[in-house]
């Protein structure tokens, strides 16, 4: 995958034949150097559904399947549980408290890791 490129899924979800205004999208950052964060965003009436955990599994594994990384990063803040059920569903597992770093996270997070070799 080239430098600075982001790759990103998106699932809509359809009930008796009309399309619904739920959505999910996944990205992956891809810096020039050091450890590869993915991250998603569901629409609010998507929420609880399951289709956060679907675009990151997608996403997941588009990066084993088509990149050479062994690792992926997800962060979210400590008291989002929804994020943290989506992580440990996706094969993401809790790695550490992350400490706030104010003005820009100003909560503690969590830190969950998905290895993709071996």
């Given at each position: 995958?080239?430098?600075?490129?982001?790759?990103a899924s998106r699932y809509g979800r359809r009930?008796?034949?009309r399309r619904r205004a739920w959505s999910a999208t996944s990205w992956l950052k891809t810096p020039a150097a050091g450890p590869r964060e993915?991250?998603?965003?569901?629409?609010?009436?998507?929420?609880?559904?399951?289709v956060a955990t679907r675009a990151l599994?997608?996403?997941t594994t588009h990066?084993?399947?088509e990149?050479?990384?062994r690792e992926?990063?997800?962060l979210h803040q400590e008291d989002n549980t929804a994020s943290c059920r989506v992580a440990e569903k996706s094969g993401y597992v809790f790695s550490r408290v992350l400490p706030a770093f104010p003005p820009a996270f100003p909560r503690d997070g969590h830190l969950h890791?998905?290895?993709?070799?071996?």
């Amino acid at each position: 995958m080239p430098r600075g490129s982001a790759r990103a899924s998106r699932y809509g979800r359809r009930r008796r034949g009309r399309r619904r205004a739920w959505s999910a999208t996944s990205w992956l950052k891809t810096p020039a150097a050091g450890p590869r964060e993915v991250g998603y965003w569901t629409a609010e009436a998507a929420r609880g559904t399951g289709v956060a955990t679907r675009a990151l599994r997608a996403l997941t594994t588009h990066v084993r399947d088509e990149t050479d990384l062994r690792e992926l990063r997800l962060l979210h803040q400590e008291d989002n549980t929804a994020s943290c059920r989506v992580a440990e569903k996706s094969g993401y597992v809790f790695s550490r408290v992350l400490p706030a770093f104010p003005p820009a996270f100003p909560r503690d997070g969590h830190l969950h890791v998905r290895h993709l070799t071996g």
